[in-house]
Antibody, heavy 117, light 106 residues
Framework: QLQLQESGPGLVKPSETLSLTCTVS????????WSWLRQPPGGRLEWIGF???????KYNPSLTSRLILSVDTSKNQLSLSLSSVTAADTAVYYC???????????WGQGTMVAVSP | EIVLTQSPATLSLSPGERATLSCRAS??????LAWYRQKPGQPPRLLIY???KRATGVPARFSGSGSGTDFTLTISSLEPEDFAVYYC????????FGPGTLVDVK
């Protein structure tokens, strides 16, 4: 059974870069799309972007200038890098199989990231 | 950006009752709409995609309808695990989510 696990620092300072990893187990990253989403405390979900196992990406236009998604098929891992973070980037970050609403429903448990001095 | 609005913000019902949740899109999205249920501390669970298709393993008490700009999620008889927040989400143009409807116990 496919399982996803997000990992990364729980605290990032303003203006620094937030880096997260999603490790996929129980299956292969190929030939799928993989998405990142986030949810601020008490707030609605926001789609961050998706990446194909081949490396092609599509980003939320509001985050494009600060975001890099990558994939390492040898390690079965996805990565997210978000630069110049502010308090508005404080959220639970999720990785999931597929693109939102496509019928797939495999998610990581999420990892909380707080942006604070 | 396509904006989704949900109503009501809160729905107070008893177990066994029928729940009807609404989602409206700021422009037509054909049937590219999904519904999720989220409990505290958990990721969302996909219930319905493409407006009316039940996701794998979702009980038959959940049904979705609508097209264009107006959509409905119906829960025919509320179970204890259904008291949660429900989000709609469109995939017609990028991906956006609604603000959620809280279904709580009356």
């Amino acid at each position: 059974q496919l399982q996803l696990q997000e990992s990364g620092p729980g605290l990032v300072k303003p203006s620094e870069t937030l880096s997260l990893t999603c490790t996929v187990s129980g299956g292969s990253i190929s030939p799928f799309y993989w998405s990142w989403l986030r949810q601020p405390p008490g707030g609605r979900l926001e789609w961050i972007g998706f990446i194909h196992y081949s490396g092609s990406t599509k980003y939320n236009p509001s985050l494009t200038s600060r975001l890099i998604l990558s994939v390492d098929t040898s390690k079965n891992q996805l990565s997210l890098s978000l630069s110049s973070v502010t308090a508005a980037d404080t959220a639970v970050y999720y990785c999931r199989l597929g693109t939102p609403g496509d019928g797939f429903d495999t998610w990581g448990q999420g990892t909380m990231v707080a942006v604070s001095p | 950006e396509i904006v989704l609005t949900q109503s009501p913000a809160t729905l107070s019902l008893s177990p066994g009752e029928r729940a009807t949740l609404s989602c409206r899109a700021s422009q037509a999205i054909t049937t590219y709409l999904a519904w999720y249920r989220q409990k505290p501390g958990q990721p969302p669970r996909l219930l319905i995609y493409d407006a009316s298709k039940r996701a794998t393993g979702v009980p038959a008490r959940f049904s979705g309808s609508g097209s264009g700009t107006d959509f409905t999620l119906t829960i025919s008889s509320l179970e204890p695990e259904d008291f949660a927040v429900y989000y709609c989400q469109q995939r017609y143009n990028f991906f956006t989510f609604g603000p959620g409807t809280l279904v709580d116990v009356k």
